[in-house]
């Protein structure tokens, strides 16, 4: 019971590093009508820049804070290049996504080299009615659940949110009011960076990371942002905690190198579900 | 106020506005008449800033807002939510003045735009683009889909705006009675060209103008 217990708590840590990055991916999907496909790459950015900071002496919160920037700063530039120019469609958009993904290898290798690389976190561990939990775990849910309460409140109360969120309701109305929906894209994109960039500073201590541990994270991310239909961040938050714990059972049980091969499945199936279903939802209305 | 020179709009190789040269004076109102496919709805989205001319130039005098056709608001957002987006240029959140010319809209300001009937949401839209605290507004296609209650009840708003605080007005509009009545002078837009112009009890009188958008001889 105790091992379950452990398990399930593990795994729901996992599933929320998947949900930042699933969040991640949300946002910017909601704003612009991109996937972002390089949003694997802001969490390995924003994890080597950590990796190095603390390596450098720097102090524990100052570098965290950074590489989360460094993050977003990722996420603008890859912004720049998707939905710079004006007319840029989401097909093409999502293409340069992948180029940017892979331009990015080129450039981490060239800063930190092809070696995994990990940084410290909070040490120890804590019990939790008989199940030991390690604290950098407790922290990654914390900070999520931190996160998603903050992420909610600016796009639900906040002016600025609130024109984040008409750009995904009707484009073309916010551009009638005189919103820039392309800045307000590059903003989205940022802000899928910072996300991705706090996905990465938090799992770094819990696995190492290199230049390709964006495929694990994109693959487990954009599982569950597909169980969220790419715009529902609270179903999204479910899937990637479903996900993670799935993982986690399944590699606890005995099946550890299948993880990923669980959330390819997983992502499959949710993707047969929902294509049938919204084409359902079309003949419907036609 | 509104200043169209040999206007030229396409989309890719179609031809949407051919040289159409138009112009309205502060605190005038008037019309633009046309049908479906004429080009009417890009010359709002040209007025507006949306669509970038070919050729030709577009000088607006003052602050321009637009009431797009099919209303266009944040269907999942409550009201007040719309009001305050329209609000986006001019800095102005609160929407209390836009409250006092429009009361209903208070009573609606908590519920979601896209659950209210077509008239409630043509007013959503209305008070949206007063927000903007505009100089000159354009409409484009108040009536459509509404019942002539409702649309005579906006129109009446609108006549009161252009009155008494000199708000400069276009009114893009099938119902050529409405129009007509409204505004004083009025263009006709056919396939992207102008072609009439002239004051509106004269061009009620023009045969081809009356059979085309009046059905036949005014009674």
Redesign the interface.
């Known amino acids: 019971m105790s091992a379950f217990l452990s398990y399930l708590l593990n795994g729901l840590a996992v599933g929320c590093a998947i949900a930042l990055i699933a969040s991640g991916l949300v946002v910017i999907h909601r704003v612009t009508g991109v996937v972002n496909f390089a949003q694997g790459t802001f969490a390995v950015v924003a994890g080597l820049c950590a990796s190095s900071l603390l390596g450098m002496g720097l102090p524990h919160g100052l570098s965290e804070v950074a590489a989360v920037l460094a993050g977003a700063v990722a996420g603008l530039l890859t912004g720049l290049a998707a939905i710079g120019r004006r007319g840029t469609s989401p097909l093409s958009a999502l293409i340069v996504t992948l180029g940017v993904g892979v331009l990015a290898y080129a450039v981490e290798i060239v800063l930190w080299g092809d070696q995994p690389r990990s940084a410290p976190g909070l040490a120890g561990s804590v019990t939790i009615a008989g199940a030991r939990i390690q604290t950098q775990h407790l922290l990654v849910i914390c900070v999520t659940a931190a996160t998603f309460v903050l992420i909610a409140l600016f796009f639900g109360r906040t002016y600025l949110g609130k024109a984040l969120t008409a750009c995904a309701s009707n484009p073309y109305a916010a551009r009638v009011v005189g919103i820039d929906t392309r800045r307000m894209g590059l903003l989205a994109f940022a802000i899928g960076g910072l996300l991705g960039g706090l996905a990465g500073v938090l799992i770094t201590p819990l696995r190492p990371i290199s230049f390709d541990t964006d495929v694990t994270l994109i693959v487990n991310g954009f599982a569950a942002a597909v169980f969220g239909a790419l715009t529902r961040p609270v179903i999204t938050l479910i899937g990637a905690l479903l996900l993670g714990v799935a993982e986690t059972m399944a590699a606890g049980y005995g099946y550890g190198s299948h993880q990923l091969e669980v959330a390819l499945g997983l992502m499959i199936l949710v993707m047969i579900v929902q294509a049938s279903r919204r084409s359902t939802i079309h003949e419907e209305t036609v | 106020m509104i200043d169209v020179t040999d206007l030229v709009v396409s989309y890719g190789t179609a031809t949407a506005l051919d040289h159409v040269t138009l112009s309205v004076r502060q605190g005038e109102m008037v019309a633009l008449l046309g049908p479906n496919g004429a080009g009417k709805s890009t010359l709002a989205n040209t007025l507006?800033g949306?669509l970038a001319p070919v050729s030709g130039t577009v000088r607006i005098g003052g602050r321009l807002a637009?009431i797009?056709e099919g209303r266009?608001?944040?269907?999942?957002?409550s009201v007040a939510?719309n009001l305050?987006?329209?609000g986006?240029?001019s800095g102005q959140?609160d929407p209390s003045a836009v409250y006092e010319l429009l009361p209903r809209l208070a009573e609606l300001a908590g519920r979601r735009a896209g659950v209210l009937s077509g008239g409630e949401q043509q007013m959503v839209a209305f008070g949206?683009a007063m927000m903007?605290r505009p100089e000159a507004l354009v409409v484009d296609e108040l009536s459509l889909g509404l019942a002539p209650t409702v649309t005579a009840d906006l129109a009446a708003h609108l006549a009161e705006l252009n009155r008494e605080h000199g708000l400069t007005v276009l009114l893009i509009e099938q119902n050529a009675r409405l129009a007509f009545e409204l505004c004083h002078r009025a263009y006709v837009l056919e396939s992207g060209r102008l072609v009439a112009e002239g004051e509106s009890a004269e061009l009620a009188e023009d045969p081809r103008v009356a059979s085309a958008y009046l059905g036949g001889a005014i009674t």
């Open positions: 507006a949306i637009l797009p266009q608001l944040f269907p999942d957002m939510d305050a987006l329209g986006w240029r959140r949206r903007a």
